[in-house]
């Protein structure tokens, strides 16, 4: 035998190394696969709560996307309808502020008018009084025709003076 091996030293070793096995399996083996296995199973339920923490935040993304998407609509839509009610008030405004300018001419017109004729009624009656008072003079006296230019030129003083 050339290597020195003896073969009860190998069957021993067998056997030893058998027992080991045995204890090693019976005590040793069982606490590591539990930890083992504890372990296992608490990465697993990390890898699945992190799995449902993703789905719960893109859902959460997903729904607060809708949101600000309805929010943008809601807010274009309250733009609008404020526009449009800006625009319409602006229209009324204008057409009332037409009317009334409108009215204000047509009595401003009707007043103006009024008070053409009272002004033209007073002249007509001053010229009148103006015309029995010269036509009394001159026919009071006989006059000749510087005397009745005088008596014209007192009249068209005294109807431009107000007298």
């Known amino acids: 035998m050339g290597l020195g091996l003896n073969l009860g030293t190998i069957v021993v ?7 080991f096995l045995f204890f090693m399996s019976k ?10 296995r504890e372990r296992r ?20 993304k997903q729904q607060f996307e ?7 609509h ?18 009324e405004t204008i057409q ?7 009215r204000l001419v047509a009595m401003a017109r009707t007043e103006i008018e009024g008070e053409k004729r009272e002004a033209l009624r007073e002249i007509r009656s001053e010229v009148a009084e103006l015309s029995l008072a010269i036509a009394g003079r001159v026919l009071r006296e ?3 025709t510087a005397r009745q230019r ?14």
């Open 13 to 19: 070793e067998i056997v030893s190394f058998l027992i």
């Open 27 to 36: 005590f040793a083996f069982p606490p590591i696969e539990k930890i083992l």
């Open 41 to 60: 199973e608490r990465i697993e339920g990390a890898i699945e709560e992190a799995r449902k923490d993703r789905e719960e935040a893109a859902r959460l």
């Open 66 to 72: 809708e949101q600000i998407a309805s929010a943008r």
């Open 74 to 91: 809601e807010a274009q839509s309250l733009i609008e309808r404020a526009q449009r009610t800006a625009d319409l008030q602006a229209q």
């Open 96 to 102: 009332s502020a037409r009317e009334e300018a409108t």
């Open 142 to 144: 006989e006059l000749d």
């Open 150 to 163: 005088k008596l014209v030129d007192e009249f068209l003083s005294t109807a431009e003076s107000g007298s």
